[in-house]
């Protein structure tokens, strides 16, 4: 157990809706990252949140945004959905300390289907 | 700029055999090396990484892996394949002074009783 937990688990959505995510953990990281991971792919980088402000942004446009709350919480938003937008998504939590911070936790992900 | 090539999307051993998935990387700085286990509708498990320590790193469930630098390479092992270790698994690689993780495209592994 990562203690990393997201909601919802599944949701379904048509094109040119918006949508949000949303993660959350036991305890405080500073850290937090998204992923996007479309089926028989691996996850792809979105973006990572320290501190409640974005400091990298993998290959998506601005319709992918995020937040990071004072209490470490995250949500993903994503507006004007595409099909191509369907997909599994995961946020990833890294370790404050020492050598855990060169490891992500991941939550178990919210699978997005859009009609 | 990094990358990770996984050979072979899906791999089948029998029960109790050896598990060997393959995964070789770029980078242009000395990486962190994962592998992550992913069982159907679930998120990512983390099973070891390397952090430029030893080069031999051993993780849950039995599984090793080995960092070699003169291959690039940073395949998983296990000596006995057990049925519950039929899963998706993932190789990634994260760049020193990075943010993110890079991972491949994964690795279906089939037990067979």
């Known amino acids: 157990e990562t203690g990393v937990t997201q909601s919802p688990t599944h949701l379904i959505k048509t094109r040119g809706q918006q949508v949000t995510l949303r993660c959350s953990s036991q305890?405080?990281?500073?850290?937090v990252s998204w992923y996007q991971q479309a089926l028989g792919q691996g996850p792809q980088f979105i973006f990572q949140y320290y501190r409640e402000e974005e400091n990298g942004r993998g290959n998506f446009p601005p319709r992918f945004s995020g937040l990071q709350f004072p209490n470490y919480s995250s949500e993903l938003n994503v507006n004007a959905l595409e099909l191509d937008d369907s997909a599994l998504y995961l946020c990833a939590l890294r370790g404050d300390l020492g050598v855990l911070q060169e490891t992500q936790y991941f939550g178990p992900g919210t699978r997005l289907l859009v009609l | 700029a990094q990358s990770v090539t996984q050979l072979g999307s899906h791999v089948s051993v029998s029960e109790g055999a050896l598990v060997l998935l393959r995964c070789n990387y770029s980078?242009?700085?000395?990486?962190?090396l994962f592998w992550y286990v992913q069982y159907p509708n679930q998120g990512l498990q983390l099973l070891l990484k390397?952090?430029?320590?030893?080069?031999l790193v051993k993780g849950i469930n039995g599984f090793e892996a080995e960092f070699k630098k003169s291959e690039t390479s940073f395949h998983l092992t296990k000596p006995s394949a057990h049925m519950s270790d039929a899963a998706e698994y993932f190789c990634?690689?994260?760049?020193?002074?990075?943010?993110?993780?890079?991972f491949g495209t994964g690795t279906r592994l089939t037990v067979i009783p």
């Open positions: 305890s405080g990281h500073n850290t």
């Open positions: 390397y952090t430029s320590a030893a080069t």
């Open positions: 980078s242009s700085v000395p990486p962190y």
């Open positions: 990634a690689v994260r760049e020193t002074g990075a943010n993110n993780l890079f």
